[in-house]
């Protein structure tokens, strides 16, 4: 397996579940990201993760909570979501985060639905 | 305020057509800038990036882009579309932050491509 991936790639849920989106790299890189892409509007920036420690938490309702355990795996905790919540979650990762410059590989998404 | 602009939300080219995206970026710097591409169902594909040096930056699948500092655009190009170029096309600026790295991305662009 190469590149970024993320498990599942749909996901329906009511608003009382709990669950967990996981994602994975297999780049060798230092940093991960979550990004929400709603439709029409830009991808948004949720949490940075740069070895291990959260570095960017970009006003994101308690409802999501990150986990990094290390660096090749990150993950994101829902509960009590909303409707408004549906959208498809992007996993990304970088050497590090550190830079601009830095490259970021995206893995393919999982596309989440609120009831 | 900070911002990337797509301004066209979608565009259609005939196959064996040339096609320009535009994008358009509100910095107070020279940003690094980048374009990715996203297929239905898919993630993000990063297709070129420009951090300094020649303005004329080239990419995967044939595509280019021109960074003009004059115009705050970094406008993505390819001579001749194919079919399977049909995606979502971001734009997308990385900046340092007081908190650290961002990557704003614009609103993106759809093109369809005809027979």
């Known amino acids: 397996e190469t590149g970024v991936t993320q498990t599942p790639r749909h996901l329906v849920m009511g608003m009382t579940n709990k669950k967990s989106l996981k994602c994975e790299q297999h780049?060798?890189?230092?940093?991960m990201y979550w990004y929400k892409q709603s439709a029409k509007k830009p991808l948004e920036l949720m949490f940075v993760?740069?070895?291990?420690?959260?570095?960017e938490n970009n006003s994101v309702p308690s409802r999501f909570s990150p986990e990094c355990p290390n660096s090749s795996h990150l993950f994101l905790h829902l509960h009590t979501l909303q409707p408004e919540d549906s959208a498809l979650y992007l996993c990304?990762?970088?050497?590090?985060?550190?830079?601009?410059?830095?490259?970021?590989?995206f893995g393919p998404g999982t596309r989440l639905t609120v009831l | 305020a900070q911002s990337v602009t797509q301004p066209d939300i979608h565009i259609t080219v005939s196959e064996g057509a040339s096609l320009e995206l535009r994008c358009n970026y509100s910095?107070?710097?020279?940003?690094?800038l980048f374009w990715y591409v996203q297929s239905p169902g898919q993630g993000l594909q990063l297709l070129l990036k420009?951090?300094?040096?020649?303005?004329l930056v080239q990419g995967i699948k044939g595509f280019e882009a021109e960074f003009k500092r004059s115009q705050s655009s970094f406008n993505l190009r390819k001579p001749s579309v194919h079919w399977s170029d049909a995606a979502e096309y971001f734009c997308?600026?990385?900046?340092?932050?007081?908190?650290?790295?961002?990557?704003?991305f614009g609103k993106g662009t759809s093109l369809l491509v005809t027979p």
């Open positions: 910095y107070g710097a020279t940003p690094y």
């Open positions: 420009y951090f300094s040096g020649d303005t």
């Open positions: 997308a600026v990385g900046l340092n932050s007081n908190s650290g790295y961002a990557l704003n």
């Open positions: 993760y740069n070895f291990k420690e959260q570095t």
């Open positions: 990304a990762s970088s050497q590090d985060s550190g830079g601009a410059g830095d490259t970021q590989y």
């Open positions: 780049l060798g890189h230092n940093a």
